[in-house]
């Protein structure tokens, strides 16, 4: 029984010894340091805002080719697709019986032009009254008037190109029949070369804008700065600039928005019409506008932006925010950041709320972005 107990007592000691020196390696340990974070100082910025609506291009000018004489079509003297210039021929009809009435007119002002010629003569002899002689001279105009409308029909047999542009196909053949009035245009002929763009603008955004500006939030942009960028429909930007041409003074009432027009110089003629595009307009100017990249703005659960920050005392503090739209590589921050604060763009995976960090500073480039995160500013501090 000693024995027993004098080995248990050996044990304990053994035991208790073990975990003092335990107690004293890891007391003696130093503290981990404090992660690294890649922080970017937000500044306020002037900043123009842009508002990209939808819309379609629409032909510049469009002219609708139709007969004004009746006749059977001889020939068609275009071809369809191609480009025309303002008074080529396109369509001949036949002009056998014009040509007809011409010359009979032509006739008729001869014989009523000899007539008043005779009579001009007699009535000063007095051998003819005066009213046999204006009679002659009215039938002398009116025969001038026929020649003239005959003329007319001639040349309306030669259907001319009334603007220049793309013709599109031609909706009659050799031997159709066409009339005067018809309401089957002959052919379509659009200038491509400037175009138009219509894009549609909700009246509830021009409210809100106008709002802002009367509360000084936002400035106008200048007359000068009214230009139009063109996104194209597989994403790519057109490569020339158009100007804003006027904007519709009424709100459409079915779909509550307004109509505004932009011209765009077109000379390769990418654009044709009907093309569904996206047209981003200048609306007005932020003069203490917050852009944050977009590499430390998140979302949580209920969908809202946040970030986090480090602040004076080096820890990390969650903001909610109010962001409606990217810029690029960033995101106009409209509340929840200030200048000055430390956005936290690198190593947000190892941080939380309430955290002391250690902040490096990230330079960014001159449009914003942010460089590709690497191991030193990305992990927790050795």
């Not at 890649?38 to 291009?57: I, M, N, Q, W, Y």
């Not at 029949?177 to 309401?183: E, K, R, W, Y």
């Not at 138009?196 to 709002?211: M, N, P």
């Amino acid at each position: 029984m000693h024995f027993k107990s004098a080995l248990s007592a050996v044990v304990i000691t053994v035991a208790l010894a073990t975990l003092l020196s335990g107690c004293e390696q890891e007391a003696a340990a130093p503290a981990a340091p404090p992660p690294e974070v890649g922080v970017v100082t937000l500044k306020a910025e002037s900043f123009t805002l842009t508002t990209e609506l939808p819309g379609r291009t629409t032909a510049f000018r469009v002219a609708e080719v139709r007969p004004q004489v009746n006749g059977i079509i001889l020939k068609r003297l275009f071809t369809e697709g191609a480009e025309v210039k303002a008074g080529q021929q396109l369509y001949q009809i036949d002009a056998a019986l014009y040509e007809a009435t011409l010359k009979s007119a032509q006739a008729s002002l001869q014989s009523s032009k000899s007539l008043a010629d005779r009579y001009k003569l007699l009535v000063d002899e007095q051998a003819v009254s005066r009213q046999e002689y204006d009679e002659a001279q009215a039938k002398r105009l009116q025969a001038e008037a026929t020649l003239q409308g005959a003329q007319i029909n001639v040349r309306y047999t030669k259907v001319l190109a009334p603007i220049a542009g793309r013709i599109g196909r031609s909706a009659v053949t050799e031997g159709a029949l066409v009339s005067n009035g018809q309401a089957q245009a002959l052919a379509v002929i659009q200038q491509l070369d400037p175009i138009y763009v219509d894009v549609t603008q909700s009246s509830a955004q021009l409210l809100k804008l106008r709002r802002e500006l009367e509360n000084g939030q936002l400035s106008t942009v200048g007359e000068n700065a009214v230009k139009v960028k063109l996104i194209l429909e597989d994403g790519s930007e057109y490569a020339e600039q158009g100007t804003l041409e006027f904007s519709e003074v009424s709100v459409d009432q079915s779909t509550g928005s307004v109509t505004l027009r932009a011209v765009f110089p077109n000379p390769e003629q990418h654009l044709l019409p009907g093309m569904f595009v996206h047209a981003q307009l200048p609306s007005a100017v932020n003069s203490a506008a917050i852009l944050a990249p977009q590499q430390g703005v998140t979302h949580n659960l209920k969908g809202q932006p946040t970030a986090l920050v480090v602040n004076q005392e080096d820890k990390v503090e969650l903001r909610e925010l109010k962001a409606n739209r990217t810029v690029g590589s960033q995101w106009l921050i409209e509340a929840g950041l200030n200048p000055g604060d430390r956005l936290i763009i690198q190593g947000l995976q190892f941080v939380k709320p309430g955290v002391t960090v250690k902040a490096t500073p990230i330079k960014t480039a001159p449009d914003g972005s942010v460089p590709a995160v690497t191991a030193s500013t990305a992990g927790k501090g050795e």
